[in-house]
């Protein structure tokens, strides 16, 4: 084992002759949260779907805990404990919150969808289902449908059903895009208290939560680390500043 919960090792991923991420080290610490920055086209995305495997990579290697998950498919690396959160369409619209974390409460226990069943059958997950919702804030909405929930409660439902799978790793997606600074803050909170214990990547463009969250940052330009490090660290890095701060003071 090599102390690290995901590790790239010389990633590479083309487009038809444009490189999107160039040969990139990647190591993730477990127990951290890490936040993965760059300017627009920085190639976080690509990097992200190609973790995630959502892509596959032109070349180099993708590790889980030590294991060489390069040709996994998604659901694969689900099952060994990282889980991708923030995805679109990853709640179900038209059932109640206290419904969708019952999902993905089955979706758990592997092979386990009773949807034959009486709802009464699936009512011993309703205690967890809650204990989940009040976690993320929602256990005054548990019989809402999701698609009534405003837009900061949505991604926070989404949060809840990723916390329903017990992930290891949490794989965040701009956690916080199109949310108001309430619904910032207060998501942001939630995701400091379900970090612990876990390990956390995430990419994301609000450099004030990125401060305030991460551990570790990795810093990219044009598919390639800039830099690495705390955000004092990199925050100070006269090549980030030219690259991102100055670019994100502009904008």
Do not use: C
Not at 153 to 160: F, G, I, T, Y
Not at 161 to 166: F, G, I, P, S, V
């Amino acid at each position: 084992m090599t102390g690290y919960v995901i590790e790239t090792r010389n990633l590479t991923k083309s487009f038809k002759g444009f490189t999107a991420v160039d040969d990139v080290s990647l190591q993730v610490a477990e127990g951290t949260i890490h936040a993965l920055i760059g300017p627009n086209g920085a190639g976080k995305s690509t990097m992200f779907n190609l973790i995630t495997k959502f892509l596959q990579p032109s070349s180099g290697t993708i590790l889980l805990n030590g294991e060489n998950i390069t040709k996994r498919k998604p659901a694969e690396i689900a099952r060994m404990g990282a889980v991708r959160s923030f995805q679109i369409s990853s709640v179900f619209p038209h059932l109640t919150l206290l419904e969708n974390i019952r999902v993905a409460l089955q979706r758990k226990m592997h092979n386990s969808y009773h949807f034959w069943k009486s709802e009464k059958g699936l009512d011993v997950l309703n205690d967890e289902a809650r204990s989940i919702l009040a976690t993320v804030g929602l256990d005054d909405a548990e019989r809402n449908l999701a698609t009534e929930l405003p837009y900061g409660r949505k991604r926070l439902l989404e949060l809840a059903t990723t916390l329903a799978l017990e992930p290891q790793v949490m794989l965040l997606d701009e956690p916080m895009a199109g949310m108001g600074t309430g619904d910032v803050q207060r998501v942001a909170d939630i995701i400091r208290r379900v970090a612990e214990g876990r390990t956390v990547l995430m990419v994301e463009h609000n450099l004030s939560v990125v401060a305030d969250l991460s551990d570790t940052i990795t810093v990219l330009q044009r598919g390639a680390v800039l830099a690495e490090g705390t955000y004092d660290e990199v925050s100070r890095n006269p090549e980030v500043i030219s690259a991102y701060m100055g670019a994100a003071h502009h904008d």
